[in-house]
């Protein structure tokens, strides 16, 4: 069984980082296990229609290197999955990391042993191999959430996840298709299957608050803008608390008249994108404030959709705005003017079961050719659990986590040691643009495996203490903010029946998070014990 120093599991955003920083400045021997056949992660499996960034390009790049920043050029404002998955193919190859990446490669099971403190790391295929250090870097978005539908078997249709597209695109040219979910990706994918489709039916349990991404193709000029205003970029983004390029507002919008907030709102629907929840300061933890950006994004959904009980079915909220992941659109609302699409509410009529046709809800058959699933994500844990992990004295990660995950700063599990997580449960991953996240937590966990070197330790392990103290502070930290009023939320686990509902990532903000996690490493890893083997 070959043994590395560190395996990294995923090759997407995190583990190409992870890979670079662990191979190129330890010097580690290190190897990347990857499930697909290509990098890119959530950019290699999310190819549907209209799959797209809503972060702007300029920030959602890598920002460790100017060099590596520089020597790319985003071609729009949005850029779309085929353009992420070239950028990761290029970085691959930029930074020859495709030697040491294995494809087709799916971990079932990690076993560490006491013993020798070593992880036995068991691939699907029937291959292991062992490592001292394990970064799990299997995205937060990447475990896919099939609903079950009673009757799969008999539907003589096709049917498709969006976040396992096929890599030869469906055709749905003259086909009548059918689309459950008005999630960020249902509103990206709706408007494009509308074009092609003969006949489009939405099924929407959750209407969505969504404001246009007023995406354009960049100008050259656009592009040496982004290279010139990289350090400039790259301080707005250490200080936002989502990680993105723009300031927060200090104007509360409940204090603000009523001719003023809607020249802010109006400006910030102009600009487009996911700065426009940023227009005032209190939007996500005042009532009366909140009730001012639904109303007005109510009153725009009004004016662009002609039929009015679409309309009522398009605004017919139960969430205060920005308690879900706040989509971005092209033309979403706009789709329901044309005549092939049908929008169906199953909040009110919801779907029983497959038929050998289509779909049947408890009011109507609705005939399909083709069902695109764009139901999103077991967020954050799906895909940590859907592996076998056995810690200290064979504890599970399953058993451990019943009651909902426990991590010291969503990097770390007690009775795990070695065992590192990128943007896992407790930190601010889904909460933020992702990859000032990600570059965050590969390059703590970098420092803690060098200072584990030069002390010539053998484990690390978060405290049972440390990890209970931390879980209290993401508690703590959502308080009074309208995530948490949010049904169906996947912040709260709340789309999948079974998983505990609890609030998963850390929302104080990933400013205030990394001042944490570096106070953490000041303090010779405050919430963590070192053991060296009598060997050293
Ligand atoms: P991923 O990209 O998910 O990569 C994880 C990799 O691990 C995958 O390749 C997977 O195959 C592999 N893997 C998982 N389990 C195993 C296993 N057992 N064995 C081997 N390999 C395994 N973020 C933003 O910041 N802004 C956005 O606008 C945005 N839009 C998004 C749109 C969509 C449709 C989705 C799904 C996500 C979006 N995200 C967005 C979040 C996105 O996931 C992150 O930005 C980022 O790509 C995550 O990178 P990652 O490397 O952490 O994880
Ligand atoms: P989301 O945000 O979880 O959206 C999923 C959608 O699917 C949402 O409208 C759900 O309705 C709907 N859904 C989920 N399960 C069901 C069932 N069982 N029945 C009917 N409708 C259902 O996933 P996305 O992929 O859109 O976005 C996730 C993230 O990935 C986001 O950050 C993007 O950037 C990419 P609900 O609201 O739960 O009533």
């Known amino acids: 069984m070959e043994h590395f120093d560190a395996i990294i599991i995923g090759a997407g955003f995190a583990g190409l980082y992870q890979l670079h920083i662990l191979r190129d400045r330890l010097g580690l021997k290190v190897k990347v296990l990857e499930k697909a056949d290509g990098v890119g992660g959530t950019w290699y499996w999310n190819r549907y229609p209209g799959a797209r960034c809503d972060t702007e390009s300029k920030a959602y790049s890598y920002y460790f290197s100017k060099d590596l920043y520089e020597a790319w050029d985003w071609s729009e404002r949005y850029p779309t999955q085929p353009e992420i998955e070239r950028y990761l193919n290029f970085v691959c190859d930029k930074l020859n990391l495709r030697k040491d990446i294995q494809f087709k490669s799916e971990v079932s099971d990690l ?141 509360s919008a409940k204090d603000t008249n009523e001719i003023k907030r809607n020249e802010l709102y109006e400006r910030a629907w102009e600009n487009g994108g996911l700065s426009f929840r940023d227009t005032f300061s209190d939007l996500s933890i005042n009532n009366e404030s909140n009730e001012t950006a639904s109303n007005f994004i109510k009153e725009k959904i009004k004016n662009i959709v002609n039929d009015s009980k679409t309309a009522n079915l398009l605004t017919n909220f139960d969430h205060p705005f920005g308690s879900k992941r ?176 609890v609030f998963i990532p850390y929302a104080g903000g990933l400013d205030k998070y990394r001042q944490i996690c570096d106070a953490v490493s000041k303090s010779d890893y405050n919430g963590f014990v070192f053991t060296k083997s009598l060997n050293n």
Not at 326 to 346: A, C, G
Request: hydrophobic fraction near 35%.
């Open 111 to 251: 076993i560490y042993s006491e013993k020798n403190n070593i992880w036995s790391i068991q691939l699907k295929n029937g291959n292991k191999v062992s490592a001292k250090y394990v970064i799990a870097a299997v995205g937060c978005l990447s475990f896919t959430n099939k609903p079950e539908i009673p009757n799969e078997k008999i539907f003589n249709g096709e049917i498709y996840h969006t976040g396992n597209w096929p890599q030869k695109n469906p055709t749905f040219q003259n086909k009548r298709v059918g689309i459950i979910g008005t999630g960020s990706t249902g509103i990206q994918v709706i408007p494009e299957v509308a074009k092609i489709a003969k006949k489009l039916t939405v099924f929407q349990r959750t209407p969505n608050y969504s404001v246009p991404a007023k995406n354009h193709k960049l100008t050259k000029s656009d592009q040496l803008n982004a290279n010139k205003e990289f350090e400039k970029l790259e301080q707005l983004m250490l200080h936002h608390r989502g990680g993105h390029p723009w300031t927060h507002s200090n104007i």
């Open 326 to 501: 706040p989509p971005i659109d092209t033309n979403y609302y706009e789709t329901f003017n044309r005549k092939n699409v049908n929008l169906i509410d199953i909040r009110e009529n919801p779907i029983i079961s497959f038929t050998k046709n289509g779909i049947q809800t408890s009011n109507d058959e609705y005939e399909l050719d083709a069902l695109i699933l764009a139901t999103g994500f077991d967020a954050l844990t799906g895909t940590l659990l859907n592996m076998k992990i056995k810690g200290r004295k064979n504890i599970t990660l399953n058993e451990y986590w019943k009651a909902g995950p426990l991590t010291n700063l969503g990097l770390s599990i007690p009775n795990f040691p070695n065992l590192f997580l990128i943007t896992g449960p407790g930190s601010p991953a889904v909460l933020t643009n992702m990859p000032r996240a990600i570059e965050q937590h590969a390059e703590w966990i970098s420092d803690c495996i060098k200072f584990m070197i030069i002390n010539e330790n053998d484990t690390i392990e978060a405290t049972q203490l440390s990890a209970e103290t931390w879980i209290e502070s993401v508690y703590e930290a959502v308080k009074g903010n309208f995530f948490l009023s949010a049904k169906h939320s996947w912040y709260l686990g709340g789309n999948i029946p079974e998983k505990p509902k």
